[in-house]
């Protein structure tokens, strides 16, 4: 494990749907006492606070203003990290089928885009300083534009990637559990059409200059987790 940072250590990961992004993120995040950011549930929230408030999502200017006024409240915690809208718990609302097939229509309005980027490196930058969750340790944040657009300036940038094969089949086992090894077809629309919506205003399958790439087709959970915890190390020593 890399040696406790001596100034904040800031870690940039991106990836497509399902490469693991989310969970190989937190573990990197306990594992070395970081906060952990999921702009993916900034992006889910958003569908979720616009659907709750009846906006259609088709009308683009009305979805930027509801977002604009949208009361999201983040957690940082990586062992617990809630989404909270307006004083609502929407960590299991944002996770439904319905928000993740509407959530792409949210996503690639680049008004709201501008709106969670602000949020993001807003909440990158309160843990820099000591008064952050962390304590100024620093934070993993990860998502699709992270490493290009969010925090290019990030410690550590990587893109986690993984077959499509691998992606399809953990989304298919953590949707309907072992059962659903063989309901892989159903997940593909899930999985496959929203990171082709969603590429078209982020770039998260080819790695940008000075971005890693891990690919855990092969890998354990653990192994992908250890292997990030690499990168990092050395990107730490070189600090
Ligand atoms: N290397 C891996 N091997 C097997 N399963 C993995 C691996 N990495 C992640 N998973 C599992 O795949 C699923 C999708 O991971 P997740 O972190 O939600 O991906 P993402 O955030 O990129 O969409 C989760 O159930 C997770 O536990
Ligand atoms: N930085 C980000 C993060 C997520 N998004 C979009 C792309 C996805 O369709 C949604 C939800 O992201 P999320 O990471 O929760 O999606 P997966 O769990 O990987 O399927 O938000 C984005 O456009 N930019």
Not at 40 to 45: D, E, K, L, N, S
Not at 88 to 105: G, K
Not at 213 to 229: G, K, P
């Amino acid at each position: 494990m890399p040696e406790t940072p001596t100034r904040p250590l800031v870690v940039a990961v991106d990836g497509p749907s399902g490469s693991g992004k989310s969970s190989v993120s937190r573990a990197v995040a306990s594992r070395l006492g970081l906060a952990y950011l999921d702009t993916g549930a900034m992006y889910r929230a958003a569908t979720w606070w616009c659907l709750d408030q009846g906006v259609a999502l088709v009308d683009g200017d009305a979805v930027a203003a509801a977002v604009r006024a949208m009361p999201l409240v983040m957690g940082v915690d990586p062992k617990a990290p809630g989404v909270h809208v307006g004083g609502t718990d929407v960590a299991e609302p944002i996770r439904t089928t319905e928000i993740s097939a509407a959530v792409s229509a949210v996503a690639t309005n680049l008004e709201v885009r501008d709106e969670l980027r602000r949020l993001q490196r807003a909440a990158i930058d309160a843990e820099r300083s000591d008064g952050g969750f962390s304590g100024g340790r620093g934070i993993v944040a990860e998502g699709r534009d992270i490493t290009t657009v969010v925090a290019p300036g990030a410690d550590a940038r990587l893109l986690l990637t993984a077959s499509e094969e691998a992606r399809l089949a953990r989304r298919a086992l953590e949707i309907h559990g072992q059962a659903g090894v063989a309901q892989v077809e159903a997940t593909r629309d899930q999985v496959l059409r929203r990171d082709s919506d969603d590429a078209t205003v982020s770039s998260f399958h080819v790695a940008a200059d000075g971005v890693a790439t891990v690919d855990s087709s092969a890998l354990s959970f653990e192994q992908t987790v250890d292997a990030v915890l690499a990168v990092i190390e050395q990107v730490t020593a070189d600090r």
